[in-house]
């Protein structure tokens, strides 16, 4: 699948190719190009949870974009340090509550995301 990545829009600060290439990915349901967006040692934390390396990113990626159904709205980006972003988005779906407002947090490593935690 190919990703446009001019379909994303976040208003605020100007994100990084590869925050926009994993956020188009993951409205996308595109869990293979989401994942290119890490590098091999890479940490995420969702729902209290944390995931290490490409293998466990791999299958929370799988796992997130079969579980529920939503749509999100990405409402602002903040840049925090010169490798670090905040992305907020409004989810609204069948998951618990039916309705979320989430940070995404990046941490880059040069051109690949080295770190995500996605928090209320």
Not at 29 to 57: H, K, N
Not at 60 to 81: D, H, I, P, V
Not at 87 to 116: C, K, N, Q, S, W
């Amino acid at each position: 699948m190919t990703i446009d990545k001019t379909t994303v829009q976040v208003p605020g600060a100007a994100l990084p190719p590869v925050i926009t290439a994993y956020l188009a990915a993951q409205l996308a349901r595109d869990a293979t190009s989401a994942l290119a967006a890490f590098t091999a040692d890479a940490v995420v934390t969702d729902e209290g949870r944390t995931y290490r390396g490409r293998q466990q990113i791999a299958a929370w990626l799988g796992r997130a974009a079969s579980e529920y159904t939503y749509t999100t709205e990405f409402t602002g980006s903040t840049q925090n340090g010169p490798e670090s972003y905040d992305v907020t988005a409004h989810l609204e779906g069948d998951f618990p509550g039916g309705v979320a407002d989430l940070h995404f947090r990046f941490v880059l490593d040069g051109a690949l995301i080295a770190r995500l935690v996605i928090e209320p």
